[in-house]
């Protein structure tokens, strides 16, 4: 893909640091149950693909991203695809390590050149041995100096707020394995919780949903594209249905179904819901100071999650606070660990 300049990258470019500088990639990554982006330092976003790998019997990488997701459901028994993330953190070690290397070759300057600095952006909820985790894949992937950074700072950072100030700014990102809650002051996570929902748990109900309704069997590609084009968190000025593919359970034919928003969301309310909870349970849990100035700033929605259709309008009828869906959700963690990654000095007490 083509890199995209952001403000930081055009600010900030790379200042020559040696004479072998060209040798060296810095980059900035979002490693994400759903997608993996890469930011280079100097040229911005390189890399945005589904964090995929597909394997061969013998153990033998056949395809990483993109590749690998059209093979996705759709595989014999000499080749599987597996998802080395689960819930925001590294379940597969061994795949993860494979597929960080396969998308930095992807966008390596040259053959012989080597990653110098890495800034990795990880769940606020994971365990020590969760980050260790995520340091020694980078490490192994080739990494000589790695970072890691909470996922909500670099959402918030992404976003263009002043993380240093002395001013509260709550952020809610919705992954595609975890929705992540903090409350950033003064450089530092003052509240965070991490709950292990996002949108693979609603692409589950969803196949759910037409396995007991239908009796239909669909896959997870089908159910997550149902999501995107039917699925709300509040009623839509004007419902819309679609078709949707897939096997017949009873005489195990393929069968097509007609599905109506009003069904999908109904299938997920239970889940949504269990979201905006967490919201205002992370509300009551923010000092006084802070959530008064929440009341002028809002709440900012990041994270593929985010554009679930009125989840905006259904946080904010709930809390009664101005809610705000950043530009271009999906982006926004690597843009802000690329910002970091383009002045670590500015950002050092960010890093966790
Ligand atoms: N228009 C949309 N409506 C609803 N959900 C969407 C939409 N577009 C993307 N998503 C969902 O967003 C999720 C991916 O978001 P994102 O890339 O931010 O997650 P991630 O960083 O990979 O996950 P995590 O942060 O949990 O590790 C997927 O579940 C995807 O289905």
Redesign the pocket.
């Known amino acids: 893909m083509q890199a995209t300049e952001t403000p930081e990258t055009t600010k900030n470019r790379p200042k020559k640091q040696s004479a072998f500088d060209w040798l060296y990639t810095d980059i900035a990554i979002?490693l994400?149950?759903?997608?993996t982006l890469i930011y280079e330092r100097g040229k911005g976003i390189v890399l945005n693909e589904p964090?995929i790998v597909a394997m061969d019997a013998k153990g033998g990488v056949v395809a990483i991203g993109h590749e690998a997701r059209l093979m996705h459901e759709k595989t014999h028994q000499n080749i599987r695809t597996i998802r080395p993330?689960r819930d925001?953190v590294i379940a597969d070690f061994e795949v993860a390590e494979h597929m960080i290397r396969g998308m930095i070759k992807k966008v390596k300057k040259r053959w012989y050149s080597s990653t110098r600095k890495m800034v990795v952006c990880v769940?606020s909820g994971i365990t020590e041995v969760e980050k260790r985790a995520v340091r020694d894949s980078a490490e192994r992937a080739g990494a000589k100096e790695v970072f890691l950074v909470d996922?909500p700072m670099a959402a918030a950072i992404g976003i263009g707020l002043d993380v240093h100030e002395p001013v509260g700014n709550m952020i809610v990102?919705i992954?595609?394995?975890?929705t992540e809650i903090a409350v950033i002051a003064l450089s530092g996570i003052v509240y965070s919780q991490s709950v292990r929902i996002?949108?693979?748990k609603l692409?589950e109900v969803i196949i759910n949903y037409f396995r007991r309704n239908h009796n239909l069997l669909i896959g997870e590609r089908t159910g997550?594209e149902v999501?995107?084009t039917l699925?709300s968190a509040t009623p839509l000025d004007e419902e819309i249905e679609m078709y949707a593919k897939g096997r017949d359970l009873i005489n195990g034919v393929p069968k097509t179904r007609v599905v109506t928003s009003r069904d999908v969301r109904e299938a997920l309310s239970e889940t949504v819901n269990t979201i905006v909870e967490s919201v205002t349970k992370s509300l009551e849990q923010t000092p006084p100071e802070l959530s008064s100035d929440l009341l002028d700033r809002g709440i900012m929605l990041t994270?593929?999650?985010a554009?679930?259709k009125n989840l905006d309008r259904l946080i904010m009828e709930t809390t009664e606070l101005p809610v705000h869906i950043a530009e271009d959700p999906?982006t926004a963690?690597v843009r802000g660990t690329g910002a970091i990654l383009e002045d670590i000095d500015f950002y050092k007490s960010v890093l966790t």
């Open positions: 979002d994400g149950t759903a997608n964090s993330l925001g769940p996922e990102d992954g595609g394995g975890t996002g949108g693979d692409n997550e999501k995107m699925g994270g593929g999650g554009l679930l999906l963690v």
